[in-house]
């Protein structure tokens, strides 16, 4: 089992920054961050292999620190429609896990 704890939300002003966080209790392949928002789905905004959701292309950037086995995602630029809970998730042994979710609100 490896738990995977997010931190860095909260509430920001449209075009402020935020960083959120995702620890792994253990070693982990393939990080990455999904976001749901109100009454959507939730939709994978990056991943560790380079790829973004063309909606964040060019303001988040997803990076690793391995030594931690954290991953993060910069979050620059924000806009209200960034609001909504991001989940970090990893792959290990064939099994996913996932994060417990941290609430970004982006207000305009």
């Known amino acids: 089992q490896v738990q995977l704890v997010e931190s860095g939300g909260g509430l920001v002003q449209a075009g402020g920054s935020l960083r959120l966080s995702c620890a792994a209790s253990g070693s982990i392949n393939a990080m990455g961050w999904y976001r749901q928002a109100p009454g959507k789905q939730r939709e994978l905004v990056a991943h560790?292999?380079?790829g973004y959701a063309d909606s964040v292309k060019g303001r988040f950037t997803i990076s690793r620190d391995n030594a931690k086995n954290t991953v993060y995602l910069q979050m620059n630029s924000l806009k209200p429609e960034d609001t909504g809970v991001y989940y970090c998730y990893g792959l290990r042994a064939g099994s996913v896990y996932w994060g417990q979710g941290t609430q970004v609100i982006v207000s305009s």
């Open positions: 560790i292999s380079g």
